[in-house]
């Protein structure tokens, strides 16, 4: 559940060349593709989606039925089309499945999971994760075997359960209170009941301590769930429904919670307790939202529109694609992190320039479960929004892995936001606009 390739640029020169041949010969050349499909096939294994999806789009109708499948059910997946995912994958299963090999059926059907969990068919996301783990267990490490029984515990507990549903009669404008971590956060009510929660887009599920959710009457679903720690410890945490909850006039229903030990989400460094976290789900069911400056949270009645598709998500993660100095690239966007944190995918990228300009520190990160340091640095980081370069200092570079194998080169928070008058984010379109 858990590249740039570096060919690209060279390809884009040889797709000029090969366009400027079919303008003037009027077909298309032998294997070319092929070619393109290598090429998408690539930059998706990369996960440089934004690219592969430019390329894609040129090239659709050269590509054959089997490669525009293939390509179009991970592009789908990221761009958060999850019934046309899930369509491509059964065709590819039922029409193609002598044709494809082991390796992508596995993938296939380890995406398709989450797809059907975001229809909130929890049942076709058991079924589908179920045969993953019957047909192909002996491909999984110890670790992602557990991952994926993980999440396997999740939709068997919330099979038969209805799906999430947000009633919106008209526009919401909630304050945002900032608490003593300076995280956004969000009134959460219900018939007397009121609780501040952290509204945080890079939760993958909505988070409640116990005692929250004797409070507000969280209905309790069978079996446990170990959940990864920042420091690498696991907490074990139980699943829940919230039958109804509410954010002003904004009611979320049958939202799912996975409910923490409240020492999970305590800092007792600092003295500081979350009660609760609103997490991605409940929030991409949301369609768009905007923040303000002056931390005013709305969600509109009418949604707005925008030229830029900059936005996608990896897994349950929402990602952006910026350009800076150094190029243009994919982070992941939290608007639960206070600060702008760069990957060690960046320093390496920019090792050279970093190291002759900055020095090295201790830095220390924090998330739940605790407190850890890395070896980082500080930087000022330049990125470029509407063709104007924004200048952010003391942002984090770590020179270490926070986790392995991460192909992003950072994470984007609430300093960038910071910036602008008003951020926007559509889920329907697919986009991030700053004003």
Same mark, same amino acid.
């Not at 640029?9 to 041949?21: E, I, P, R």
């Not at 300009?357 to 605790?370: C, L, P, S």
């Given at each position: 559940?858990?590249?740039?390739?570096?060919?690209?640029?060279?390809?884009?020169?040889?797709?000029?060349?090969?366009?400027?041949?079919?303008?003037?010969?009027?077909?298309?050349?032998?294997?070319?593709?092929?070619?393109?499909?290598?090429?998408?096939?690539? /930059?998706?294994? *990369?996960?440089?989606?934004?690219?592969?999806?430019?390329? #894609? &789009? $040129?090239?659709?109708?050269? =590509?054959?039925? !089997?490669?525009?499948?293939?390509?179009?059910?991970?592009?789908?997946?990221?761009?958060?089309?999850?019934?046309?995912?899930?369509?491509?994958?059964?065709?590819?299963?039922?029409?193609?499945?002598?044709?494809?090999?082991?390796?992508?059926?596995?993938?296939? /059907?380890?995406? *398709?999971?989450?797809?059907?969990?975001?229809?909130?068919? #929890? &049942? $076709?996301?058991?079924?589908? =994760?179920?045969? !993953?783990?019957?047909?192909?267990?002996?491909?999984?490490?110890?670790?992602?075997?557990?991952?994926?029984?993980?999440?396997?515990?999740?939709?068997?507990?919330?099979?038969?359960?209805?799906?999430?549903?947000?009633?919106?009669?008209?526009?919401?404008?909630?304050?945002?209170?900032?608490?003593?971590?300076?995280?956004?956060?969000?009134?959460?009510?219900?018939?007397?009941?009121?609780?501040?929660?952290?509204?945080?887009?890079?939760?993958?599920?909505?988070?409640?301590?116990?005692?929250?959710?004797?409070?507000?009457?969280?209905?309790?679903?069978?079996?446990?769930?170990?959940?990864?720690?920042?420091?690498?410890?696991?907490?074990?945490?139980?699943?829940?429904?919230?039958?109804?909850?509410?954010?002003?006039?904004?009611?979320?229903?049958?939202?799912?919670?996975?409910?923490?030990?409240?020492?999970?989400?305590?800092?007792?460094?600092?003295?500081?307790?979350?009660?609760?976290?609103?997490?991605?789900?409940?929030?991409?069911?949301?369609?768009?939202?905007?923040?303000?400056?002056?931390?005013?949270?709305?969600?509109?009645?009418?949604?707005?529109?925008?030229?830029?598709?900059?936005?996608?998500?990896?897994?349950?993660?929402?990602?952006?694609?910026?350009?800076?100095?150094?190029?243009?690239?994919?982070?992941?966007?939290?608007?639960?992190?206070?600060?702008?944190?760069?990957?060690?995918?960046?320093?390496?990228?920019?090792?050279?320039?970093?190291?002759?300009?900055?020095?090295?520190?201790?830095?220390?990160?924090?998330?739940?479960?605790?407190?850890?340091?890395?070896?980082?640095?500080?930087?000022?980081?330049?990125?470029?929004?509407?063709?104007?370069?924004?200048?952010?200092?003391?942002?984090?570079?770590?020179?270490?892995?926070?986790?392995?194998?991460?192909?992003?080169?950072?994470?984007?928070?609430?300093?960038?936001?910071?910036?602008?008058?008003?951020?926007?984010?559509?889920?329907?379109?697919?986009?991030?606009?700053?004003?």
């Amino acid at each position: 559940m858990k590249k740039t390739a570096p060919i690209f640029l060279s390809s884009v020169f040889a797709l000029c060349l090969y366009l400027s041949g079919m303008n003037v010969y009027g077909q298309i050349p032998d294997g070319y593709g092929e070619d393109a499909y290598k090429e998408i096939d690539a /930059l998706i294994e *990369g996960k440089d989606f934004f690219r592969a999806r430019d390329l #894609y &789009r $040129k090239n659709e109708d050269r =590509l054959t039925e !089997l490669h525009r499948l293939k390509s179009g059910f991970f592009l789908n997946n990221v761009f958060n089309r999850p019934d046309s995912c899930i369509h491509k994958m059964n065709m590819l299963l039922d029409k193609h499945g002598n044709e494809i090999s082991d390796s992508l059926k596995f993938r296939l /059907l380890s995406i *398709g999971h989450v797809n059907y969990s975001k229809i909130y068919n #929890y &049942r $076709k996301a058991k079924e589908t =994760l179920a045969l !993953l783990l019957s047909e192909y267990e002996h491909w999984l490490s110890d670790a992602e075997e557990q991952d994926y029984k993980n999440t396997l515990a999740i939709w068997t507990a919330l099979e038969n359960q209805p799906g999430q549903q947000i009633e919106l009669n008209s526009t919401v404008n909630l304050k945002i209170a900032r608490d003593k971590a300076k995280l956004q956060n969000l009134l959460v009510s219900l018939e007397g009941e009121e609780q501040y929660f952290v509204f945080d887009t890079g939760a993958n599920l909505s988070t409640i301590t116990e005692t929250a959710a004797r409070r507000f009457g969280l209905k309790y679903l069978p079996g446990t769930v170990e959940v990864d720690a920042i420091t690498g410890n696991e907490i074990r945490s139980r699943i829940a429904i919230a039958p109804r909850l509410h954010l002003g006039s904004l009611t979320v229903r049958n939202a799912v919670f996975l409910v923490f030990p409240d020492e999970a989400l305590a800092f007792p460094e600092i003295d500081y307790q979350i009660h609760g976290i609103i997490g991605f789900p409940v929030i991409e069911g949301m369609k768009e939202i905007e923040i303000t400056r002056d931390d005013r949270f709305i969600v509109p009645d009418k949604r707005s529109t925008f030229s830029e598709r900059n936005l996608a998500i990896d897994f349950l993660t929402p990602l952006i694609y910026l350009k800076d100095k150094t190029g243009t690239g994919t982070y992941t966007f939290d608007t639960g992190a206070m600060s702008t944190m760069l990957y060690d995918t960046y320093y390496r990228k920019n090792k050279k320039e970093l190291d002759d300009t900055y020095r090295e520190e201790e830095v220390t990160i924090g998330g739940a479960g605790g407190l850890i340091s890395k070896k980082g640095m500080y930087i000022t980081f330049t990125p470029e929004i509407g063709q104007k370069q924004i200048s952010m200092d003391s942002v984090i570079v770590l020179r270490e892995a926070l986790k392995k194998d991460n192909p992003y080169l950072g994470n984007i928070g609430q300093d960038l936001m910071a910036k602008f008058e008003k951020v926007t984010f559509n889920f329907e379109d697919m986009f991030i606009r700053f004003d």
